[in-house]
């Protein structure tokens, strides 16, 4: 949102206008920030009357004090997939943190995460989302009851990633891992990626592109967004990486 102009108000006071004139000078472009402002002059004896309509966008902020800028993933339910039912379940670091530490100290997993190391170095990473704005939830992928992968679900379009890509309004992001060796290798990965891809377009009606960022070198990863319905939209420098920009279309979703 542009700044307030903290300068109105503060020159001279112009001659006042007639009604005609305040009513075209006050309605204002179409696509302003906060709308159309109309006066209501009828009775030259009454006061003004000022409408004032906020767009979409600000009433999704005021939303999101209360519900998260992602909704609630808590409440998404499970999606039925050819492997076993699997939902998102949020972190909770009482239950979690010594799970998901375990699983980022997997030389396979480091590789990419760079978050092997002590157990506070998890718990940090953890809760500077949990103790965030809400822009991204961290969350365990459980499958038939059991936890076998970590996700990050996050407002693409508010994330540094945004000033690297053209993004849209409420582009939803992930990152996935996951936890076990016995779990990657076999196309478990883009079966649950196709899933939470759904639940996410599902979910959000306001979402109508899922995107992801895996790194350039990691070409299973790469591999599985494909086969999930993702496309390849370009590559990207971003601090760290080069990543494969990953997009999937919501107007596509039907043909992938």
Known sequence: MPPTDTGAGTG??????????????????????????????????SEDTLELCLPAEFAALRAGATTGLLGRPATWGSAVTPVGSFQLTPVR???????????????????????????????????????????????????????????EIYRADLDPLARHYPARPHDTGIHLLLGDAADRGRGLGSVLLRAVADLILDRRPSCARVVAEPDLRNTPSIAAFLSAGFRFAAEADLPGKRAAL?????VLRDAL
Not at 93 to 113: G, I, K, Q, T, Y
Not at 246 to 250: C, F
Request: charged content about 30%; aromatic content about 6%; hydrophobic content about 35%.
């Open 12 to 45: 001279p006071v112009p001659a006042q206008p007639d009604s005609t004139t305040r009513r075209a000078a006050t309605e204002g472009p179409r696509n302003s920030l906060f709308g159309r402002l109309t006066v209501e002059d009828e009775d030259p004896d």
């Open 93 to 151: 670091l009482d239950r979690d943190l010594s799970l998901v530490h375990r699983w980022m100290n997997d030389p396979a997993v480091a590789e990419f995460w760079e978050l092997a190391g002590p157990r506070t170095r998890t718990e940090d990473h953890l809760r500077a989302q949990l103790h965030g704005d809400g822009r991204s939830v961290p969350c365990l992928g459980v499958l038939d009851g059991t936890p076998m992968s970590y996700w």
């Open 246 to 250: 990953m997009i999937r279309d919501r």
